[in-house]
């Protein structure tokens, strides 16, 4: 697709070559496609890539925060406090341990959730807190540990963007999203994310017995791997002794993980300039709201958001950079507005969250993107804000 004799410019792109290429052909070619050994080695790469003690891969994120969920005591009946603004599967995942999201509004500069709203959503029933850190920026895990620690409440932390975003620990040393902060970390790999496998997810924790849980849960709860009864001089007869599920990574994927997170660097490094120089060019908009960065956070940009002038609409403005070949989505949506949540009526208003869904928009950013793309979308971008 082009725009006149523009290449389109996609909202992401993901950095995929032939060192994934000729991995994926090697695990093919092993004999052992399914999870196996090389899901093993990119756990302990992840892990060592995060400052992670325990880390363990499955089938999405979507599935990461199931179990860790599960892991965190969730259970039907239950109150989780989260945000609204975000993917889905954030606050569907709260829904398939049977408990119910109490959702609170979000900071508008960094669209993660505000702390000062935790209070008043807790309850006798809250059973944990589900923070997001939003398009990569990490969320303000200082307040929001203190408060979870204060009321005896676990902390899991929605990473899927965030795989090389860090955030300052106590003593102000900056530290990556995964170490966990929290008793547990989700990542995606998603092909929009900052490094991928084509699909799946990752969790990080600092507890044995979590990890040991995510293991047997993900592979339906049978006692004995495949990977043992493979070795075994002897027959094994596996049982199952609780209720799984088939949340299992491929050694396909994790063989194109391994060599993704050798490149983990240097897309952050990448994708970091690139909004730097976002920053630049945009900033002559008249309205228009750039993303903020605290100080205690360094975000690997696996989004860049802007908010639109307070004249423009939404719709229009993606519409004329569609037609000037330039992607452009939604950041997030509010889950509480969706049609599969009409019979979620929210505790307490979310405006902020309500405006960031009606008025921000995601520009594309990938690492690949030379830089008279990014001034072609900065164009598009300032005469959609004009029209629109």
């Known amino acids: 697709m082009t725009s006149g004799s523009r290449p389109f410019?996609?909202?992401?792109?993901?950095?995929?070559?032939?060192?994934?290429?000729?991995?994926?052909?090697?695990?093919?070619?092993?004999?052992?496609?399914?999870?196996?050994?090389?899901?093993?080695?990119f756990e302990s790469e992840f892990a060592a890539a995060v400052g992670a003690p325990h880390a363990c891969a499955v089938s999405s994120c979507t599935a990461?925060?199931?179990?860790?969920l599960l892991a965190a005591g969730v259970r039907p009946?239950?109150?989780?406090?989260?945000?609204?603004?975000?993917?889905?599967?954030?606050?569907?995942?709260?829904?398939?341990?049977?408990?119910?999201?109490?959702?609170?509004?979000?900071d508008p500069q960094t669209f993660n959730l505000d702390p000062d709203g935790l209070a008043a959503a807790l309850t006798p029933q809250t059973r944990a807190v589900l923070c997001v850190h939003q398009l990569g920026m990490p969320c303000d895990l200082g307040a929001i540990l203190d408060f979870a620690r204060a009321n005896g409440l676990p902390v899991v932390e929605d990473a899927a963007c965030a795989a090389g975003s860090m955030t300052a620990d106590s003593r102000g040393q900056k530290q990556r999203i995964g170490r966990p902060h929290g008793d547990i970390a989700c990542f995606s790999f998603h092909p929009r994310k900052v490094i991928t496998t084509g699909d799946g997810?990752?969790?990080?924790?600092?507890?044995?017995?979590?990890?040991?849980?995510?293991?047997?849960?993900?592979q339906h709860g049978m006692s004995i791997p495949d990977t043992v009864r493979h070795d075994a001089p002897t027959v094994l007869f596996e049982s199952y002794d609780m209720l799984g599920y088939n949340y299992r990574m491929t050694d396909i994927q994790a063989a194109v993980g391994r060599e993704q997170i050798k490149k983990l660097d240097v897309i952050v490094r990448r994708r970091r300039a690139l909004a730097t120089r976002y920053n630049e060019l945009l900033a002559d908009i008249p309205g228009l709201g750039l993303?903020?960065?605290?100080?205690?956070?360094?975000?690997?940009?696996?989004?860049?958001?802007?908010?639109?002038?307070?004249?423009?609409?939404?719709?229009?403005v993606m519409q004329a950079m569609l037609d000037r070949g330039v992607a452009t989505r939604r950041a997030a949506v509010c889950a509480h507005l969706q049609p599969a949540y009409a019979d979620l009526r929210p505790r307490h208003r979310l405006p902020h969250s309500e405006a960031a869904q009606r008025q921000c928009i995601a520009l594309p950013l990938f690492p690949q993107m030379p830089d008279e793309d990014q001034d072609a979308v900065a164009d598009a971008l300032a005469l959609a804000c004009r029209s629109a």
């Open 64 to 68: 990461a925060l199931h179990l860790a």
């Open 9 to 41: 410019i996609p909202i992401a792109k993901p950095d995929l070559g032939e060192e994934e290429a000729a991995a994926a052909s090697a695990a093919i070619l092993s004999g052992w496609v399914s999870q196996g050994p090389q899901v093993a080695a």
């Open 77 to 106: 009946g239950d109150e989780v406090i989260t945000v609204s603004y975000s993917f889905v599967a954030t606050a569907n995942a709260v829904r398939y341990c049977g408990a119910t999201p109490v959702f609170v509004d979000i």
């Open 201 to 218: 997810g990752m969790l990080t924790t600092r507890d044995s017995r979590h990890a040991a849980f995510f293991r047997l849960a993900r």
């Open 291 to 316: 993303p903020h960065e605290p100080a205690w956070a360094e975000s690997n940009w696996q989004s860049y958001c802007v908010r639109l002038p307070d004249q423009c609409d939404q719709r229009r």
